[in-house]
């Protein structure tokens, strides 16, 4: 079994949303896929938004994610599974198989910043269109909108529904008075397709509610619903997403990707979510982040009961990753968008390339995968009494050459020259054999040289079981402390580290720029290996990684001026497709680039 796992649930009750939102009657998820069936599989891939490594029922936490557990035992779970530090890159990385620091989207950006994925990127829905499917994206995009073209329906969806940006309230769906929530019904949705979602946002005048102390808009000074479900993100997207399940022919595979927005920032909820861990969780903060991740549950509920009444469930594969790991108050000012994540038992979280911000909780699971387990001569994890368990070193890079193997489609771009940095773990998952992959690269920033270091990069990277951090790859503002162990009692008692931080570096002893571990031995990442004669020849090897990686590395590019809503309070593109950042000149691509 899985020493993380508890066995104690409790049974949200159905009564706290009126029936008007209940998608449906529980039914029981398939565990078997239909042999030989003559299509490729339906694929749902959820996204997890800051989702900590500490923060589900199975890991023995109070929070109660039943949904999460059950598809996560019938499947397998990835316990060395990589994504970036930060939510942008690791979406780059999902979609096209490249790392971020190969197209410049290693950071994040928010509200009207111009930035974004180019348009030489031939992105995921790209790719399994070529093999048949139907694409839908229904979520957080966050992977720039600068221009239609950039926009989700004009790189293979047929059709989004949710937020192009970084985050934003769950209940107006927008910040500083414009709205970000939208739907592009059909392919290549621009300007005179694309419907502002005026209707999902709060309405003040509507109804009486209880309202929630100190948590203003501009807009409507105090007018925020702590009872309001019928406006809340997750919730919104959980009607969408079934309604396109019911809508899609299911003869023809379908790919739905599903990008959370829960459990981001801000700390919103309906309050009938936070009430059956009143008892259980003594944490305030920590309490509203479970009944965040009670939400996303029963979307993922709603979603695969949605595809269990289509009689689509049993040929669908499953596949649930954090964007990153969760954001953990740090001993250092600075942090703001911590809301009770805990990554323990390892270190750091969001924002840092230690473990508990790059080792995410990750499971792919469903009846496509039985039958692959199956017929690599094992028995289905369905089937299996205990968690079933996959070791390898896997990226989130590996995805579209992974789901390629299900799928079938061969991820080949369509611009010449660009070259997929993904693997394919469809055979080594369903054999449990070696991983393909012996090394990963989990950051290459743009270096800020510190005088007392010069300039040695900002990066980190693994081979085998070893991890190197070069330079200031975010551990000067946010230095690597450990998530309590209890984090129910008291989610804010993190462990401090003693390493340097950007105030103290000038005087510790411990401020080398470069750290090394045994993340295997040592996945807490608590005994810094640097400096030791013994791992010399280690350390020369993963600098030399690092140093090949660097020296082919583009940074993030500035498209143009900021967008600002529009006379309607609308946050849409603003900029034409071809700006200095896709002509070339804007430094985006290195010499010789395509």
């Known amino acids: 079994g899985d020493p993380r796992r508890s066995t104690t649930t409790i049974n949200l009750a159905e009564t706290m949303r009126p029936a008007a939102l209940l998608l449906g009657a529980s039914i029981g998820l398939a565990t078997s896929s239909v042999a ?6 339906h694929i749902l891939f959820i996204v997890a938004d800051d989702h900590g490594f500490h923060d589900c029922s199975f890991t023995g936490s109070h929070v109660q994610t039943p949904t999460i557990d059950r598809l996560r035992s019938q499947g397998i779970a990835l316990e060395q599974h990589y994504v970036q530090k930060v939510c942008s890159p690791t979406r780059t990385a999902i979609m096209t198989g490249r790392y971020p620091h190969r197209n410049g989207m290693q950071d994040p950006f928010c509200g009207g910043t111009a930035q974004g994925l180019n348009l030489n990127e031939t992105m995921m829905p790209e790719h399994m269109n070529n093999a048949g499917y ?5 979520g957080k995009w966050h992977l720039g909108f600068t221009s239609w073209a950039h ?12 937020f192009y940006g970084c985050a934003q309230d769950y209940y107006w769906h927008g910040s500083k008075g414009s709205l970000d929530f939208h739907s592009d019904p059909g392919p290549k949705c621009g300007a005179n397709c694309s419907e502002p979602q005026h209707d999902a946002v709060f309405d003040c005048s509507a109804a009486s509610h209880n309202y929630c102390a100190g948590h203003t808009d501009p807009r409507n000074a105090n007018c925020e619903a702590c009872d309001d479900w019928q406006h809340y993100s997750t919730i919104l997207f959980g009607v969408h997403a079934r309604a396109v ?7 023809t595979p379908l790919f739905l990707y599903l990008p959370s927005q829960d459990t981001h920032g801000p700390s919103d909820v ?3 979510y936070v009430v059956p861990y009143e008892t259980t969780i003594a944490d305030p903060v920590r309490r509203q982040l479970a009944a965040k991740l009670s939400v996303l549950d029963e979307l993922i509920k709603n979603v695969t009961e949605a595809l269990e009444a289509k009689g689509m469930l049993n040929d669908t594969l499953i596949i649930y990753t954090a964007d990153n790991g969760g954001p953990i108050l740090q001993s250092i000012p600075g942090n703001t968008d911590s809301i009770g994540a805990s990554n323990f038992p390892l270190r750091g979280g969001k924002h840092n390339a230690y473990e508990g911000g790059v080792r ?3 499971w792919i699971s469903g009846g496509p995968l039985d039958a692959a387990v199956r017929a690599a001569g094992r028995v289905a994890p369905s089937e299996s009494p205990a968690q079933d368990y996959y070791w390898g070193l896997i990226h989130a890079v590996d995805w579209l050459p992974t789901l390629g193997d299900a799928a079938g489609y061969v991820p080949t771009p369509r611009v010449k020259g660009i070259v997929i940095d993904g693997m394919s773990h469809w055979g080594s998952i369903a054999a449990n054999s070696t991983s393909p992959r012996t090394s990963v690269i989990l950051d290459v920033s743009k ?3 510190i005088p007392q270091w010069g300039d040695v990069g900002a990066g980190v990277v693994r081979k085998g079981n070893y991890k190197l951090h070069i330079g200031d790859a975010g551990q000067l503002q946010r230095p690597g402390d450990w998530s309590p162990p209890d984090s129910d009692v008291n989610v804010t008692a993190t462990e401090p580290t003693t390493l340097c931080t950007m105030e103290n570096m000038k005087t510790s002893k411990n401020c080398a720029p470069y750290q090394l571990f045994d993340v295997l031995a040592d996945p807490s990442e608590r005994s810094d290996l640097y400096g030791q004669p013994q791992y010399d020849s280690i350390v020369s090897d993963l600098k030399a990684l690092y140093a090949a990686e660097r020296a082919v590395a583009v940074y993030p590019c500035i498209r143009g001026p900021s967008g600002r809503p529009n006379s309607d309070g609308v946050l849409q593109p603003w900029l034409t497709s071809k700006d200095k950042c896709e002509d070339g000149t804007g430094g985006l691509y290195p010499p010789g680039s395509p």
Do not use: D, K, L, M
């Open 36 to 41: 030989g069936a003559a299509q490729p599989p």
């Open 134 to 138: 139907i694409s839908h994206i229904v």
């Open 151 to 162: 926009t989700p329906t004009f790189r293979g969806f047929s059709s989004f529904y949710g």
């Open 245 to 251: 399940i019911e809508a899609h022919p299911p003869n």
């Open 270 to 272: 309906p309050s009938s």
């Open 360 to 362: 995410s909780t990750a």
């Open 447 to 449: 270096p800020t040289v």
